[in-house]
């Protein structure tokens, strides 16, 4: 099993893609709702995958009510996750190998979140790996946040590359359905949400791990 073709590009989300920090947000949050006396759904959680910060503020009060009071929510969460990163967040499986091999096909590469940059540094910094990408789209960089095409549309205009030659990774649903509106090649690597019909439609495949990209990218490299 292939890719339809190599790309010429590659465009990486961040948070449950790079590192490990998906359920780091969610232990974050379930926790400050427990010290304002709540619960957090899992599923209020799993729709706020891959959104940004203002859209998933929305799904909080939404689900809490317009009185919750989402500032010192979020600043508690920050504190949280902001001791999870003092004490290192782990990469993901395959992240190193996945960026050597793009290093060996001579593929420029970038990230495409919906984090802030404080957050792509805070998350990534100590890994070392951010100046092994070309270019760095966070929140702030496009108009629109996922689902809408706009981060990957700006990680294409940054590499120069047409969108229709990268191939976008990501994990959330919204993530998808940013790069696959944004006519890119979109490979679904599954972190805490399964993949729906919706997200086989969406891609061209669902990948297991990172490893397991590497390998549809050599085998589509052995077909010539």
């Known amino acids: 099993m292939s890719l339809p073709r190599l790309p010429v590009a590659v465009v990486f989300d961040m948070d449950g893609l ?21 619960d957090m759904p899992l599923t ?22 317009g009185d919750f009071p989402i500032d010192a929510f979020n600043a508690r969460v920050m504190e949280h996750v902001d001791a999870a ?10 992240v190193l190998e996945m960026l050597d091999q793009l290093d060996e096909l001579g593929l420029p590469r970038a990230i495409a ?38 981060p990957f549309l700006a990680a294409a205009a940054r590499l120069g590359v047409a969108p229709e030659l990268c191939l976008a990774l990501e994990d959330s649903h919204n993530g998808v359905r940013a790069a696959s509106s944004a006519g890119m090649m979109t490979v679904m690597v599954p972190d805490l949400l399964e993949p729906t019909d919706e ?26």
């Open 18 to 38: 790079l590192c490990d920090t998906e359920v780091v947000y969610r232990d974050a949050m379930t926790a400050t709702c427990a010290e304002h006396g709540h």
């Open 199 to 224: 997200m086989h439609e969406l891609c061209v495949r669902i990948a297991g791990d990172l490893h397991e990209v590497r390998g549809l990218m050599a085998a589509v490299r052995a077909l010539g």
């Open 85 to 94: 990163c003092e004490a290192g967040i782990a990469l993901k499986v395959g």
């Open 113 to 150: 979140t919906s984090s802030s940059h404080r957050a792509v540094h805070a998350h990534l910094g100590k890994s070392g790996i951010i100046p092994r990408f070309n270019a760095i789209l966070a929140r702030g960089d496009y108009a629109r946040g996922k689902p809408n095409p706009d």
């Open 44 to 65: 209020l959680f799993q729709s706020m995958i891959g959104l940004p910060g203002p859209a998933g503020n929305q799904k909080v009060l939404d689900h809490f009510g």
